[in-house]
């Protein structure tokens, strides 16, 4: 129910513009959020939304225009002083410490002198009131992504704000999850607090928010009421053209050769809240996008690590690649048989954030690519490095404030870009790659998509591990679910239906039998 009306602006800018060097990130926007109503804020990678409520959020200084809280005119200098005035926020990139219980993540940004029981007692009584299942003593490195962001949502309510903001809530949560978040968000909304909510899922930007601001290039180009608009005609504003969906041919793969086969994977829990992987087996041959799907949490991560070569295998031959037994091979070792693997967190483990873009594109290919980029007597050779990060930010069209930037400046998006297609520019054998398009707006998604589909086409084999059903079913030839640890078998594309694959995610279906194992297993 939308009950927003006309109420009176909770908090309203005028003229807000941030300058980071040369590129203008917001350029004079102007914007009220009312009171009771979730405001959408949309645009396409770069377009400004995460600079607008950085500025709103006290992390970023505005370089001009003014804020009005509640009609008076403020100067928000810190986050402090936006939970101070009743603003909270609700990151892209968490800031948890892995070591930490959620609920000393959570006291930590309470500082007048809570005991950490009330505080757990808090956060219980909190995640109860507006469903967000939350265990306050469970070790936040044992979590998954969607266990993390209830810790976070938690954090940022048990501030009590009249304004939360939430910087693409719903991009890595399964469509269970982000339900059971809107029920979260409609409860707030219901009780009179504003939400500005950025997203690039237009479906529940549709179904949830009561009006949309969308940007593009910094600057505001139009508001609308998302509930009257298609998701169509909302990507059309955000990218000024009509989005494409990747095209994918059906192909032949009976006598393709296999490049990437796990045969009889499992590996026990890492810790108490991590998935065993029970006795996988899969076969990819060049030419082939296989779909992983899944609700999160159900071992796809495990699954991840055990192929990238991140945890070794007890037995070498339970992960192959082009033909070689790497199972207690390392990542470099397996790259360097012309594999290519990309995370799904991209700050910190997909690239580093404080170094520049040619720096990671270093980092991750001076093994592999020891002769393009490394000189006879060890010396980096700088051009032949600029030249591809250059040709990556081109093919990828990677917006950016400087030509050769710290990752960390780079839009969550953009850096998503620069990251895969840092991979795909080596043209790798196999490429594992891990929620590809998480975060990414819809063009950029698009481009992505098709660029997965054509390194496959082109005599890859492709693995997509993703929680977006729409985005497996685009580009996948067949869709395996991960389910409590174990895959099931491939359903080829044309079997596939999404009732199928729903019963699956679902554990209707237990186990499965694959051709290449063993009849006797
Ligand atoms: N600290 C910074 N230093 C330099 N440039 C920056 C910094 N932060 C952001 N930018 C640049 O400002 C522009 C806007 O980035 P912003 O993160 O606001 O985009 P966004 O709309 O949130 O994108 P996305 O949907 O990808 O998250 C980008 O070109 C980005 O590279």
Not at 276 to 295: C, D, R, T
């Amino acid at each position: 129910m939308k009950s927003a009306g006309e109420a009176a602006n909770l908090i309203e800018v005028r003229g807000l513009t941030k300058v980071f060097g040369t590129l203008t990130a917001c350029n004079h926007v102007d914007l009220g959020i009312r009171q009771g109503e979730i405001h959408a804020l949309l645009g396409e990678n770069g377009a400004g939304k995460s600079t607008l409520v950085k500025m709103l959020f006290g992390s970023l200084e505005p370089t001009s225009g003014e804020i009005f809280w509640k009609g008076q005119p403020v100067k928000i200098t810190s986050p402090s002083v936006a939970r101070s005035l009743g603003i909270g926020m609700v990151f892209q990139h968490f800031s948890l410490f892995e070591a930490l219980t959620a609920a000393e993540n959570i006291a930590l940004s309470v500082d007048d002198g809570t005991s950490l029981d009330k505080i757990a007692a808090k956060a219980r009584d909190l995640s109860k009131t507006y469903g967000l299942p939350l265990d306050p003593d469970s070790l936040v490195g044992d979590l998954s992504v969607g266990e993390r962001q209830r810790i976070e949502i938690t954090r940022c309510l048990l501030q009590e704000p009249d304004l939360i903001i939430l910087d693409e809530p719903t991009s890595v949560l399964t469509p269970q999850e982000a339900d059971k978040l809107f029920e979260t968000l409609e409860r707030l909304r219901a009780e009179g607090k504003s939400i500005l909510y950025i997203s690039h899922r237009l479906e529940e930007v549709k179904r949830l928010c009561d009006r949309a601001t969308v940007m593009r290039h910094g600057k505001v180009v139009g508001a609308c009421d998302p509930s009257k608009e298609t998701a169509a005609s909302l990507a059309r504003m955000m990218v000024g053209a009509d989005v494409a969906t990747a095209e994918r041919t059906p192909i032949e793969l009976k006598d393709a050769p296999e490049l990437l086969g796990i045969c009889g994977l499992s590996r026990k829990p890492a810790g108490p809240f991590s998935m065993p992987l029970k006795n996988i087996w899969l076969s990819l041959k060049a030419g082939e996008v296989l779909g992983i799907a899944g609700v999160a949490g159900n071992g796809q991560g495990e699954f991840f690590e055990a192929i990238s070569g991140e945890v070794l295998q007890e037995s070498a031959d339970s992960v192959r690649i082009r033909g070689k037994s790497v199972g207690r091979m390392g990542i470099s070792a397996r790259r360097s048989l012309g594999a290519a693997f990309v995370p799904e967190e991209r700050l910190g483990h997909g690239a580093a954030p404080r170094m520049r873009l040619s720096e990671n594109l270093l980092l991750s290919r001076h093994a592999t690519d020891r002769k393009a980029f490394i000189a006879p007597g060890g010396f980096v050779k700088n051009g032949m490095i600029q030249h591809a990060t250059q040709r990556i930010i081109e093919v990828m069209d990677v917006r950016k404030s400087a030509p050769d930037p710290e990752a960390a400046s780079l839009s969550g998006g953009n850096l998503q870009k620069f990251i895969i297609g840092r991979e795909l520019d080596r043209q790798p054998a196999v490429m594992v790659v891990n929620q590809p398009t998480w975060g990414v707006d819809a063009g950029a998604a698009a481009r992505i998509r098709q660029a997965l589909i054509a390194l496959a086409r082109a005599g890859s084999a492709v693995l997509v591990i993703s929680q977006d059903l729409d985005e497996l079913f685009e580009i996948s030839d067949s869709i395996a679910v991960m389910h409590n640890g174990e895959l099931s078998k491939p359903l080829p594309r044309a079997e596939a239906t999404y009732e199928r694959i729903g019963l699956l995610m679902g554990g209707a279906e237990p186990g499965h039998t694959d051709p290449h194992r063993p009849e006797a297993a």
